[in-house]
């Protein structure tokens, strides 16, 4: 499933705070830490089904009211950390929503089973063709 981005920013809360790291004076001065806060519960863009399989899978990241919090303080801009938290989030959420296709067994056709066969005694009637029947 594809998440649009502009859909999913409408439903987010972000926060800034000052950043530590890099800097210098710049870091004292700037609030350039960006928290996403995203609502699982209430969002609009997911269906039941998908908010549950999100709510299992990202069951460590998600608090009790059903918040799922992202942190970025990386760069030295709160914009690009705002951008940066943002696919953060897309790709989390999109991880979260994907189920691998289910596999179909099947049987080995059976020129594989006689080619296995054959390549298996081939391989038998060498090693028995290097032993040595005259030892004394």
Sequence with gaps: MQIRKEDLIRELVFRTSRSGGKGGQHVNKVSSKVELNFNVRNSGLFTDQQKVL????LAGRI????VLQVVTEEERSQYRNKERGIEKLLLILQNALYRPALR???KPKR???ENRLRAKQLNALKKISRRDFFKD
């Design 54 to 57: 999100i709510i299992e899978k």
């Design 104 to 106: 179909k067994p099947t």
């Design 63 to 66: 608090n009790s009211d059903g």
């Design 111 to 113: 020129a594989d089973v």
